[in-house]
């Protein structure tokens, strides 16, 4: 006898669609890959403009490293960012935590302790200060609006503080190496290859851990994570906790691009972040993030500042342009979530 087949069940939920729907996650997976192709159709674009009003100087190997290590330092704060807001919240203070960091690890008492004593100092005062903002955060109740526009205004008046408006030369030799050219690796910067290892991981852990499955659920949904058993008081300390680490790690970068640390080091980064992490498909709302998402949007940012560099236009006009580009990415998620 025939034996009757079942109806297939949606994998994760295990329930039967209706008929004629496919199971949901395929649906969501249809969405994400449609949202990464356009934005690998806009870097295209821009690529092809770049290739045609300066091929010369655009397509240069050298021009295309300087895009790649500048999307490298503003990339690895970008990954830290989508993980907060991916949580439901915003981090304002990452500009300022980039300059404080910077700053502190090239004064004269830090510099003698060489290249260890640079990367430390780096990373401890942005773990430092995402630790301040989680904890205020999370077990103080303050808006993470709020909390962070703090760190902001105190992270950069110390920063001006600390350096009294000089720059801060890097004299450590072994710091320095590491922006020449001699220390590429097949042709790629080792700011690029950080950046790169920091995306990957940021992808693992986001997708592939508990972590970033706790992450999703607190920024769809708190109390109804809590419920379930998370910890979400805990999970947005560890959350801002990972965005200071990033920040230090950005810190490290910009020290070895620049040669210095300067008050003004990170400005504006907040904004450039949090605008990558949105047209690269991350809820601003919370619940849904992309790290490949985001790492697109960096680069096409930092894609259209070559163009207009290179074209002698106005920044004025960049800004307008990225503005246009975020409303538009706005408007795309909002259609999306109407649909969904």
């Known amino acids: 006898m025939t034996q009757p087949v079942s109806p297939p ?8 669609p209706p008929a004629g ?39 240069d190997t050298r021009n295309l490293q300087l895009v ?22 915003i981090d304002l203070s990452v500009g300022a935590i980039v300059a404080l960091a910077s700053v502190w690890a090239t004064t004269v008492a830090t510099q003698e302790y060489g290249f260890g004593g640079i990367l430390f100092t780096s990373i401890a005062v942005g773990v430092g200060c995402g630790l ?14 709020i909390a962070t526009l703090a760190m902001l205004a105190s992270a950069r008046g110390l920063a001006l503080q600390i350096t009294e408006g000089r720059t801060q030369v890097v004299t450590v030799p072994s710091v320095l190496d590491l922006g020449e050219r ?8 080792p700011l690029v290859l950080v950046f790169g290892v920091v995306t990957v991981i940021g992808w693992l852990l986001l997708n592939r851990t508990t972590f970033g499955r706790r992450t999703v659920a607190v920024g769809g949904n708190a109390e109804a994570a809590r419920l379930a058993g998370i910890d979400v008081r805990r999970q947005r300390l560890y959350l801002y906790l990972l965005s200071g680490l ?5 810190a490290f970068l910009l020290i070895v691009l620049s040669g210095s640390g300067q008050n003004t080091n990170g400005n504006l980064y907040e904004l450039d972040a949090i605008a990558a992490a949105i047209i690269g498909g991350t809820l601003l709302t919370g619940g849904r993030g992309t790290i490949v998402g985001s ?15 290179l074209n002698n236009l106005q920044s004025d006009v960049q800004q307008i342009a990225k503005g246009a580009i975020i409303v538009a990415a706005v408007l795309v998620q909002r259609r999306t979530a109407s649909t969904t």
Do not use: E
């Open 132 to 145: 301040v903002n989680g904890v205020l955060i999370a077990y103080g109740g303050m808006v993470p609006f």
């Open 246 to 250: 990033c920040c230090g790690i950005a």
């Open 182 to 189: 001699d220390a590429y690796v097949l042709g790629v910067p």
């Open 9 to 16: 069940r949606d994998d994760r939920t295990g329930k039967v």
């Open 295 to 309: 790492v697109l949007g960096v680069l096409i940012f930092t894609t259209i500042t070559n163009i207009f560099a």
């Open 21 to 59: 729907q496919a199971p949901a996650w395929r649906a969501v997976w249809s969405r994400a890959d449609v949202r990464t192709l356009s934005l690998l159709g806009v870097l295209a674009v821009l690529v092809l403009i770049g290739g045609i009003t300066k091929p010369d100087q655009f397509l």
């Open 68 to 89: 790649l290590t500048q999307a490298s330092v503003i990339g690895v704060v970008t990954v830290g960012m989508t993980f907060v807001i991916t949580s439901g919240g």
